[in-house]
């Protein structure tokens, strides 16, 4: 189980980076002519990756104070963030254009959670 850590905050849980798989480092648009012949433009992309932080239920706990530092983080609408999963590294900025950016669903539903209470988080992350 590697470490996530989000500009200073370490989730030593068991984190699953959901949409890992689902990017493509390669964009393409294609258009027809008005003769009908197709014409294909290809390029590397090299930022915009979306990294999408899920807590399973049976693994991913979050303690109450990760929570508050992590809702404080995803406050921010312009700071670009160091992200470490494991041994990669990767700057990331919050998806506020996918709402909520950050959730977290407390484990034991109170009127008024306490410090010690554990959440299963969503954290929602684009590299810069």
Known sequence: ????VLAGVEIRTGLIWQDRRSYSSVAQAVKR???GKMIVHAGPTYRGQPITLV???DSG?????????LQALSESYDTVYP???GADSFSV???HYEPPAFSAV?????TVQLPGDYYLVEIRLLTV
């Open 1 to 4: 189980m590697a470490a996530v």
């Open 33 to 35: 002519t008005l003769g």
């Open 55 to 57: 807590s399973p239920e």
């Open 61 to 69: 706990i979050v303690t109450h104070s990760q929570v508050e530092a």
């Open 83 to 85: 992200l470490q999963i």
């Open 93 to 95: 900025v919050f998806r």
């Open 106 to 110: 407390p484990i034991i539903p109170r």
